[in-house]
Each structure stands twice: as C-alpha cells, then as structure tokens.
C-alpha cells in the first residue's frame, strides 16, 4: 500500500509570495491533517479535513488555508509568506481518527 | 502555550541500556497518548500509543508508562539499539479526535 506522499519536497520562495502545497493520503484515508514543524515551536497543528469539510483548526493566523477534493487529496495555501513560515509542512492521513494517522515525509517550506 | 512538554531537548544511552523518555502534558482532558519516532528527511513513525484508562502499554523493546495524577507520561525502550537513535515526539489528544498535540521532540543517540 502507498504511504501519504507530499509534493514537492523542496519549495523556496520569497517574502510576500504565495505557496500551495500538496498531500495524497494513503488509499481509503478520508482524513487528511496538516501540522508545521519549527526548530522553536516543534510540531504544531494547523487543520484538519474529513470528506472535504474541515473539521478542526489550529492556531494560526488566516493566511494558512487548505481544501481537500473529492479524492481525499488536499492542498494547502499560504499567502503573504513571511520569513518565519520557514517550516517542514507534514501531512498526516488517517481513515478517522488520530490514533491510525500515518505522515509523509513533509515539504522543506524556505523563505527568503 | 505548549501543553505537551518535552523537557530534554537530548538524550544519550550506550548500545544494551534502557533509554528512558520523558514528557508532562498540562491539559487534563487528554485522554489519549501517542510517541512518534522521527528520522532526518522522513515524516513522523507511529511507535506506541496508550489510553488514559490505562497506566501501561508495552510493545515488544517499547513500554509507555501514564502516570495521569503526575499528568506525566514515560517510554522506555529495552534493550537500545543504535538503530533507535532518532526524534522522539510525544503527543497527546483529546477523545483521540482530529488534532495532535506535540511536544518538541527528544533527540536520543545510542552509541555502540
């Protein structure tokens, strides 16, 4: 069975722009999880998806956003990139709940 | 706000010794425990997970301790091997429901 893959891998960008980010869950897996990796912060919450409705939300300001499509597949968006959302982007896929959620690899977010 | 914490940002253990991880939590409706090992370049492994109706969970070489008065959580990993050495995360949940918590991660090396 293939795990949850993250395109792309690497991603460096400048202050203002806007950068989408992609997850493919494992097959079967209706829910989809985002979190943000900092050497300060560790791993942090951003949101959740379930069906295409997003069911639970971290704490971070309204520039994150995401969506998941019909296909469980999900992206998510950050506009007006500021120079401290420099992260690993992970992804997380599960078929409900936490306890069978399995991550990809990340994307390596770099703003300069 | 951490809730989870992971107070030993590092952790050193010969080859055949118990490595012992340790992390507090402080939200007291978290009622599900997870440990997730991480390796450079690749995203989070699920390891070992345990309910708050439990205080023990053991996996072969893995055992997780949840002492919910002290609101502290232990694993310990018997006999380490150096195959071992990576990030440990703690996380925790509440009604294991859509969100992890986690802490900032311990970096265990076990040398030969």
């Known amino acids: 069975k293939a795990g949850v893959t993250q395109t792309p891998r690497y991603l460096i960008k400048t202050r203002g722009q806007q950068v989408t980010l992609s997850c493919s869950p494992i097959s079967g897996h209706r829910s989809v999880s985002w979190y943000q990796q900092t050497p300060g912060q560790g791993l942090q919450f951003l949101f959740e998806y379930f069906s295409e409705t997003q069911r639970n939300k971290g704490n971070f300001p309204g520039r994150f956003s995401g969506r998941q499509f019909s296909n469980s597949r999900s992206e998510m968006n950050v506009s007006t990139l500021e120079l401290g959302d420099s992260a690993l982007y992970l992804c997380?896929?599960?078929?409900?709940?936490?306890?069978?959620?399995?991550f990809g690899p990340g994307t390596r977010l770099t703003v300069l | 706000d951490q809730q989870v914490k992971q107070n030993s940002p590092s952790l050193s253990v010969q080859e055949g010794r118990i490595s012992i991880l340790n992390c507090d939590y402080t939200n007291s409706m978290f009622d599900y425990f997870l440990w997730y090992k991480k390796y450079p370049a690749e995203g989070p492994t699920f390891l070992i997970s345990i309910s708050s109706i439990k205080d023990k969970n053991e996996d072969g070489r893995f055992t997780v301790f949840l002492n919910k008065s002290a609101k502290h959580l232990s694993l310990h990993i018997v006999p380490s091997q150096p195959g071992d050495s990576a990030v440990y995360f703690c996380a925790a949940s509440v009604d294991s429901g859509y969100a992890l918590n986690f802490g900032k991660g311990t970096s265990l090396l076990v040398t030969p």
């Open positions: 997380a896929s599960s078929l409900n709940r936490v306890n069978e959620q399995f």
